[in-house]
């Protein structure tokens, strides 16, 4: 039977299909550098959402260094869109001493207002770094240049995250190349 017309949730968990507002879908979460490359890949089903997945993608990245020593596993900095900004990714970011540009939702907001003083004050939000967030959006651009990547042909999502870690190594090649040229 077709899984668009079993939305009981009988999908197998190695494929990583889930049902949301577009129908059948698999969603990716990416972390990438300054320069577009992805640092971190995860694949989930479509219905799960981004706030959640945060930590777990952070927790992924590891970047060798030119030397010796351990990767570094830290980002500088992380920027995010609305998609975000929960109490809970706030405190890990804290936690690991990263500091975030992530801006506030308008409920969030109206519901900080709204406890006056125990409100708290709002979180830190700067709008020039928050400028360079498009760098992740033109990584999962460059990714999706894969068709099969783009509309998902993959049967499991471990197939379909081999692809993606196929591609983003190219990216990375590719980056590297331009650069040293």
């Given amino acids: 039977m077709s899984n668009y ?3 009981a949730g009988t999908e197998p968990p190695d494929h990583a299909i889930g049902r949301s507002r577009g129908g059948l879908t698999t969603k990716v979460h990416l972390a990438a ?3 577009g490359r992805p640092l971190a890949v995860l694949v989930t089903a479509g219905n799960v959402n981004d706030t959640t997945m945060m930590a777990a993608v952070l927790d992924l990245i590891a970047v ?22 929960s109490r809970a990714n706030r405190r890990y970011l804290a ?12 409920d969030h907001a109206a519901g900080r207002l709204r406890r006056g003083s125990r409100g708290g004050r709002p979180p830190g939000f700067d709008p020039a770094a928050y400028r360079q967030r498009n760098t992740v959006e033109r990584c999962f651009n460059r ?28 990216v990375w090649i590719k980056t590297d190349l331009i650069n040293t040229a």
Avoid: C, F, H
């Fill in 64 to 85: 060798a260094r030119t030397g010796p020593g351990r990767p570094r596993t830290r980002p500088d900095r992380v920027l995010a869109d609305k998609g975000y900004p």
């Fill in 143 to 170: 990714l999706k240049q894969w068709r099969g990547i783009a509309m998902r042909s993959d049967k499991t999502a471990r197939a379909y995250r081999a692809g993606i870690a196929l591609a983003a190594t190219l």
């Fill in 33 to 35: 550098d300054g320069r």
């Fill in 95 to 106: 936690a690991r001493g990263i500091p975030a540009t992530i801006p506030e939702k308008a």
């Fill in 5 to 7: 017309k079993n939305p």
